[in-house]
């Protein structure tokens, strides 16, 4: 028999729709690997050199190299501490994971929402710069993220920050690496966090949800692009029996004793399933999730068209969820610190594939 073809794809918002054409080359769909350096030789990183990372005097900018993991390369932090703020006060820090598909990108890829939050609650960002696949397949991006947040934990109140009151947050591929330092930081019993912010994480390298065939040749990351992406990850261990939660958090079976998180995806694109189902999942180990299922939202929607009504509507949940989420911390009892000493192994394996 042949195969039963997926059913048509959800419609595209029309106030997004208006943009997916004319914009080309920058939205399409079907990436391949031959296709990465160009990606990463791209308009958008001169673009980002641009990008105002005080936000017109509202932060002070900071690059700090911090150590790696052990034999590995030094991980780049961007600090940015808010101006006007009592130092004598220690701020929330929302640690920031870049997106671009595991193969490109830096840290100021996408640093603009979390300022934009920082700027509205108070709160110091740090944002980490990982080693990109192929030419550094997992475990080395998550290393990197790993190593980075210890690093946060262990100097926050240097940098202005409050260590009880971590929120880790990313989009897309950095989604992905968030979700996955959550189960990291459980498993390794490291440095409490209080939330997860993942927005259209990058799941689940099976590539084979109804949504990832609805969207195949369709929207701005389709099957194609995330095929490119996660084999740039894992090479020809993609979609097999042996990959690591720690890669790919969809092949987490125990999602129990996570932070709590917010998850949101567009319902016209690849990845709408396995946020979902992830978010799902949460709920029956018994832990919070909020998900939002954006109508007609293709991936990465609120980035590429930030004024269209419901790019607003989605951003002011994430501030929204936020300033909930620190407010319970505010009137709670202060988390549980443990002590970052040699227990906390930054090169303890994280490629297992039997962990959960």
Known sequence: MPPVPPPPPPPFDPELAAVLEPAGEVLRPGL?????PAVRQGACLELLELLDLTMGGAFEVE???VPGPEGAPDVSLLICRPTFTDPAVPLPVIYHTHGGGMFHGNNRAGVDGPLAWARELGAVVVSVEYRLAPEHPHPAPVDDVYAGLLWTAGHAEEIGGDPDRIVIAGASAGGGLTAALALLLRDRQG???IGQLLMYPMLDDRNDTVSAHQMAGVGAWDRT?????????????RGGPDVSPYAAPARATDLSGLPPAFLDV???????DEVVDYASRI???GGVAELHVWPGGFHGFDGFVPHAALSRTARASHLDWLRRLLCRQDTSTPAVRRPLDASLNTNAPVSTPSDH
Do not use: K
Request: glycine share 8%.
């Open 225 to 237: 692009a995330n095929e490119t992406g996660w084999t740039a990850l894992l090479g020809d261990r």
């Open 63 to 65: 690059d700090r190299t």
């Open 32 to 36: 391949t690997a031959e296709e990465i």
């Open 266 to 272: 567009g319902s016209a694109e690849t990845f709408r």
């Open 283 to 285: 709920w029956r180990c």
């Open 191 to 193: 440095p409490p966090v």
